[in-house]
């Protein structure tokens, strides 16, 4: 698996990702898509759209506003008990989230390093370690703090450090057992951080009315639940999508876009009859699953968690998660929760308006249950890049390749002149990239070799280059014979096509149909 760093790295190389307002220093945990990222991210945006609305007979689609009626919130429960658990370093002042700062403190240098220490199994390593490295990586741990009065203590007659529990162990050298990842301080109590972003509408802070960015899309189709109902007609089951950024103020983001204060969802509540909802929410598990394995990610990376129940949200009656194994380890790509009927009958109860359907079969009203298939835009973009990062060695060169679906590269061809001082090679290379274009975007490149030129478009996951060459154009020795080469990103294999060919061999490539191109047209050189 690719490390983040080579991610973050390639990112800002290549232009998918950068840092938000980089030029005054960043701001922690806010990106920006660069020309290349906003292709990719959407893409993925535009497949989910086309596969959950477009191919279905029972999806319409909604984009709601992101400012909500402060109401909405409290009818919610997000006012209420949309908090994480926070806690504090006492001494460097760091926050984190309560969950989380365990994992923090085991994967961190400085423990791993005592760690280290620890298993030699005497205490004079530990005092060493505390004297002298620890100074730099922990200076806040109490023994550390205090380096010449541990030194001095008599551990004679008490067990070994590796012969003590680990809450013992960081009792001995930190004086609590929770201390904190960064400086080995002493930690705060648990507390509960609200997670909403409050903002404010109105010219007048006194007069203005306080309300929350949104810290899901899903309440604008629950309070919307009527309207579309009317306008669309559907019968049950039907789904609402939405796609849209969502905000939240998270304790600890962080893993590059993994986590992140604003960031997009991709969010289908799907409302069905009261006890069908269990059968439901597994087809949709089993299809969103299938989603991202549709699109190239590797069935390795991808496997399903269900919740135990008291990781339930206070929405939920089961959850299950779509993991990703991404770069930092397992982690939430997707959620899809079975949310009851507590939303519809939360916004009845606050708003006065019945939010309910009529069933004709039965001839009565009812309340439909939701299944909520979650994703995030983000996390799903950031999945398919890191799936799609390989390192090759090719001619003892390595070799930079991201093999992206051809619906989610971000370019789908690169058009290249092997001879840029040859005008008629250079006139005929951008007439086709002005005809690809029309229906795949294409670009036209001649600002290197055609070797440095084939590796710049590996690296950014294009499918397919078309090389334009004297044989295309012709010359004094041989007349035009208006072919060009095209070669596969994944296999760098070539074939030789007609120019008059070209589009509909385009087609079947898109289509993942090499093979069946290269036996019709035969592989020229590798
Ligand atoms: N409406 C249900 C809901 O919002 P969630 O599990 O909190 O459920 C759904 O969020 C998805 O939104 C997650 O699986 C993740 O992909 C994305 N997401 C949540 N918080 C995020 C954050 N801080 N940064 C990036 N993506 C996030």
Redesign the pocket.
């Given at each position: 698996m690719v490390d983040m760093d080579k991610i973050v790295s390639l990112s800002k190389r290549r232009g998918f990702i950068f840092q938000s307002s980089e030029i005054y220093g960043g701001l922690g945990s806010a990106w920006d898509y660069g020309p290349l990222g906003v292709e990719l991210k959407n893409n993925v945006k535009r497949l989910w759209w086309r596969d959950n609305v477009h191919l279905r007979d029972d999806m319409v689609g909604l984009d709601a506003a992101i400012t909500m009626h402060p109401k909405v919130w409290e009818a919610s429960g997000h006012l209420a008990s949309f908090a994480d658990p926070f806690t504090g370093c006492l001494d460097c002042g760091r926050h984190y989230r309560a969950d989380h700062v365990e994992e923090a403190r085991k994967n961190s240098k400085w423990w791993q390093k005592l760690t280290e220490a620890r298993g030699k199994g005497t205490w004079s390593a530990v005092i060493n370690w505390v004297k002298g490295d620890g100074k730099k990586l922990a200076p806040n741990l109490a023994s550390v703090k205090q380096a010449e009065v541990f030194s001095k203590r008599d551990f004679s007659g008490h067990p070994e450090p590796h012969q003590i529990s680990e809450s013992e162990f960081m009792k001995q050298v930190g004086g609590v057992d929770s201390l904190c990842p960064s400086c080995g301080g002493k930690l705060s109590e648990p507390r509960p951080a609200s997670l909403m972003l409050e903002t404010s509408l109105g010219p007048v802070q006194e007069t203005a009315t306080k309300t929350y960015l949104r810290?899901?899309?899903?309440q604008g189709i629950f309070v919307n639940f009527d309207n579309v109902l009317q306008a669309s007609r559907k019968k049950l089951p039907f789904g609402i999508a939405q796609i849209g950024k969502?905000f939240?103020n998270?304790i600890t983001?962080g893993n590059f876009?993994?986590?992140?204060?604003e960031?997009e969802?991709m969010?289908i509540e799907y409302f069905c009859m009261p006890g069908t909802d269990e059968e439901w929410h597994q087809k949709w598990v089993d299809e969103r699953f299938q989603w991202y394995q549709r699109y190239g990610i590797q069935k390795d990376n991808i496997r399903q968690r269900r919740h135990e129940p008291d990781e339930l949200?206070h929405y939920a009656k089961g959850c299950v998660?779509i993991e990703y194994l991404f770069p930092m380890g397992w982690s939430?790509?997707?959620?899809i929760?079975n949310r009851t009927d507590y939303d519809l009958r939360q916004h009845s109860q606050f708003s006065g308006k019945a939010l309910e359907y009529f069933d004709e079969e039965s001839k009565q009203k009812i309340v439909p249950y939701v299944i909520?298939p979650?994703?995030?835009a983000?996390?799903?973009t950031l999945a398919f890049l890191v799936d799609s990062y390989h390192e090759e060695e090719v001619r003892e060169e390595k070799r930079v390749v991201l093999k992206f679906h051809s619906e989610l590269a971000p370019l789908k061809i690169a058009v290249l002149p092997l001879l840029k001082k040859n005008d008629r090679i250079v006139e005929t290379a951008k007439q086709l990239t002005a005809n690809l274009r029309q229906r795949w975007y294409t670009v036209y490149d001649d600002t290197a070799s055609i070797g440095r030129l084939y590796r710049r478009q590996d690296e950014v996951g294009t499918p397919f280059c078309v090389t334009v060459d004297v044989q295309t154009v012709g010359d004094d020795k041989a007349p035009a014979d208006e072919k060009v080469t095209i070669r596969d990103r994944d296999t760098m294999e070539q074939v030789r096509v007609s120019i008059s060919a070209l589009e509909p061999v385009m087609e079947k490539l898109m289509a993942g149909k090499w093979a069946e191109v290269a036996q019709e047209h035969g592989i020229k050189r590798t």
């Open positions: 810290p899901e899309t899903a969502a939240r998270e983001p876009t993994f986590r992140t204060r960031f969802q969010e949200a998660d939430e790509l997707e959620g929760a909520e979650s994703a995030g983000d996390r799903s």
